[in-house]
């Protein structure tokens, strides 16, 4: 067999996996549009839940009125567009998890296979269990914290002896600008609460270790306290709300990748390559030699 025969030989398969992989993302993509298609359609509830933490807010203010303007032009319709892609990637993600475990999957072993599908899982229930906690808990707190500079005006002659009105400070919120922030809100939170499963999966391949995890603890609490700072409102009852939350995550990582480093000790131990106390022979007779 000459050396073409071996290279064309070995080219086949990798054009074997490119034509698979072209064909999981062109349908990945599909099953994105359909998903985009069906929000775009419904944008405007979706866009009515997405505004309850602000009406649940103002309310509580006496306002009766939550709406939102349109400052430009086009800004509703990319409002529709933004609700779409979000939505989109949501209804789709199922679709294109399934997509890509059907990829990896042949090329892993049994427990490989067992390892990697329950991170495949539980890596959407983490990251929409974050998302509900910060529509549900956090964006409350936060939207009342902003709400909390507007002020009531009077008319001239009303306040003071010199007469002088006090200028009103009322929200007249834009709705591209407020989907933005509740989207960022959603997305940071669903990514912070990945952080079990990330350690988790790099504790699996031997990355990082419990002890070691332990032992960076307060420099993981001042990166915490930094990202509470930058995702959450200057409130302090949210950011702390964040970073015990965080924080609990973290060690909650700890608890697990320890639990995984003790399963693989006593597989290594049931299976005779794990030793309690490493000895090296050699070096036991020398100090047999030293004895004598």
Not at 150 to 162: F, M, R
Not at 179 to 208: E, N
Request: proline content about 4%; some cysteine.
């Amino acid at each position: 067999m000459s050396a073409s025969d071996d290279i064309d030989d070995s080219a086949a398969p990798l054009i074997e996996h490119l034509a698979e992989l072209r064909t999981r993302l062109i349908h990945s993509v599909i099953a994105f549009i359909i998903g985009m298609v069906i929000c775009f359609t419904v944008w405007n509830p979706i866009f009515n839940f997405l505004t309850h933490p602000l009406c649940s807010a103002m309310a509580e203010r006496g306002q009766e009125d939550c709406g939102l303007i349109l400052i430009k032009l086009q800004e509703g319709f990319f409002v529709a567009i933004s609700i779409s892609l979000l939505g989109g990637l949501v209804l789709g993600f199922p679709y294109i998890s399934y997509q890509l475990w059907r990829f990896v999957a042949p090329g892993l072993y049994k427990n490989e296979k067992g390892a990697f599908l329950p991170f495949l899982i539980s890596s959407p229930l983490m990251f929409f269990l974050g998302a509900a906690f910060a529509f549900y808990v956090v964006t409350p707190l936060a939207f009342d914290f902003f709400l909390g500079f507007q002020q009531a005006g009077t008319l001239v002659g009303d306040t003071g002896a010199d007469g002088k009105g006090i200028a009103a400070i009322a929200f007249q919120g834009s709705a591209q600008e407020y989907l933005s922030l509740t989207i960022k809100f959603i997305v940071a939170f669903g990514l912070c609460f990945q952080l079990p499963v990330l350690l988790t999966l790099m504790g699996k391949a031997g990355l990082v270790s419990a002890e070691g995890l332990g032992n960076v603890r307060k420099y993981a609490v001042v990166g915490i306290l930094i990202l509470a700072a930058l995702v959450t409102p200057p409130d302090v009852i949210t950011q702390v709300i964040l970073f015990v939350v965080v924080y609990g995550l973290y060690e909650i990582s700890i608890m697990l990748v320890r639990r995984v480093e003790r399963k693989r000790e006593e597989k290594l131990r049931a299976e005779g390559y794990y030793d309690d106390e490493y000895e090296d022979p050699m070096m036991s007779n020398f100090d047999e030699d030293d004895d004598k």
